[in-house]
């Protein structure tokens, strides 16, 4: 346990640019991509944290070369995955939900697991979509081990996706790989983030993966090698917005540089989000700038397409003028904590006004108080603390250094941006 971080209050409006790393979600999916490449790859502006090293690390385990420097990142060729290996999921959906679909063409046995809560979250559906498609695979949640043979057979596959976009992702990098490619259909309650589906499409057709997507809640893989790219990640832009709620609430501005003009990432929508809570937003060559007004309306909105980005918005509505409602975001029950219990514990304790519903939550104008703000190892949880904190004064966020799962460098960022000083690096 780190020591009680001090969440910072704004004494004036912020303003600030503040550059952001590379994205966690283009990062793993590259990584993944150049290990399943006969010729490798190389990423530039590639994230660093705990959730891509760990990607790194799996990778490694199974046989890929991977040599890291700073943001640029070269994964060599290789002669083919292999076990016995170990793989450290540690909080990573994306590391336990894409490399198992990536073990299951490795040559031996590989083994994985994860922090205590990862093997409370999500995973069967992965691994009986594997096993019907031909993989050996014992255990239902982590820990489980694969018993690859080097090969798979593939071909359809009809799984239950409601609980994480995750599982189709997963399956659709590696199906490439597999003997007979691979369909995956879809059958259930709607798939949630399904931006991020769409940017493991966009990639695969990058690296020249044939996929067809035509018909909703079916993705047809053809099998075929996977292209050697240079990848350039993008910013991440998701985690951009907690600063960017920095200037929606407490009336400064800040500027993101670098924001793509055309992206798969969920976080672009945190404009439309502030543009509806009262900022003003404008998207130019310097990047994209939100500028807040002197007091937040609350919003009703549906996140289920960008979940990740309700610890951010909460944290606004709990600072917002009217109520809001966010919904469509029952599966973040099975995020890095339960989200929507904790967002409604923490912002109850500081004295705020709040209830889950059926699928989201409900956030009422209330005054705060200080207090402790807890993160229950949640990177998004810690920084919508540090929201909260900017208006709220003697907020303590108990771990702060849980951001480092995709943004290490989170507590200097922050103040970086609050005494106005160029943030970041890229
Ligand atoms: O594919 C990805 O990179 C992600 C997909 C989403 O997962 P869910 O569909 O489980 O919400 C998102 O919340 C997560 O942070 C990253
Ligand atoms: C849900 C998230 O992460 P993960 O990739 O671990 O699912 C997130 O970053 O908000």
Redesign the pocket.
């Known amino acids: 346990m780190t020591q009680p971080w001090s969440a910072p209050t704004a004494s004036e409006p912020v303003h600030a640019t503040v550059a952001v790393p590379g994205s966690?979600?283009i990062t793993?999916?590259a990584l993944v991509l150049s290990a399943l490449s006969d010729g490798g790859g190389t990423l530039t502006g590639a994230l660093r944290s705990r959730d891509s090293d760990l990607m790194v690390g799996a990778l490694r385990a199974l046989g890929v070369p991977v040599e890291v420097d700073g943001t640029g990142v070269r994964v060599g060729p290789h002669q083919g995955l292999s076990g016995p290996a170990d793989v450290d999921c540690g909080l990573a959906?994306?590391v336990m939900r894409f490399v198992p679909p990536v073990a299951a063409v490795a040559d031996g046995d590989v083994a994985f697991d994860g922090d205590p809560r990862a093997r409370e979250r999500p995973m069967g559906t992965v691994l009986d979509a594997l096993r019907a498609l031909g993989a050996v695979v014992e255990g239902d949640t982590l820990p489980f081990t694969l018993r690859g043979k080097g090969n798979l057979p593939g071909g359809t596959v009809t799984i239950d996706a409601s609980?994480?976009?995750?599982f189709v992702?997963g399956l659709l990098l590696a199906g490439a790989r597999y003997d007979q490619g691979l369909t995956v259909h879809h059958d259930g309650k709607p798939v949630?983030?399904l931006p991020?589906i769409d940017?493991?499409v966009a990639m695969l057709r990058e690296a020249g993966v044939e996929v067809d997507d035509a018909e909703p809640n079916t993705w047809r893989v053809a099998p075929g090698p996977v292209g050697t790219r240079d990848w350039t990640v993008e910013p991440d832009l998701?985690n951009a917005t907690p600063f960017l709620a920095a200037a929606a609430v407490t009336g400064g501005s800040v500027t993101v540089p670098d924001w793509p003009a055309n992206t798969t990432q969920p976080g672009d929508v945190i404009g439309d989000i502030a543009a509806r809570m009262g900022c003003e937003v404008t998207r130019d060559a310097g990047g994209l700038t939100v500028t807040g007004p002197e007091q937040l309306t609350g919003i009703d909105v549906d996140l289920h397409d960008v979940?990740?980005l309700t610890p951010t918005v909460a944290a606004m509505a709990a600072l917002a003028g009217g109520p809001s409602v966010l919904r469509g975001i029952a599966?973040l029950r099975?995020?890095e904590t339960d989200r929507l219990a904790a967002l409604v514990a923490e912002i109850t304790g500081l004295g705020g006004d709040a209830n889950e519903t059926e699928d989201g939550l409900q956030i009422r104008p209330a005054p705060l108080h200080g207090g402790t703000w807890h993160a229950y190892a949640d990177h998004r949880m810690a920084t919508a603390g540090a929201i909260v904190g900017l208006l709220v004064p003697g907020v303590e966020v108990d771990d702060i250094a849980t951001t480092a799962k995709t943004l290490p460098d989170f507590p200097a960022m922050w103040t970086a941006m609050l005494r106005n000083e160029a943030g970041g690096s890229r």
């Open positions: 966690k979600s793993n999916r959906g994306t609980a994480s976009s995750q992702s949630p983030s991020h940017m493991t998701s979940g990740e599966h099975g995020h």
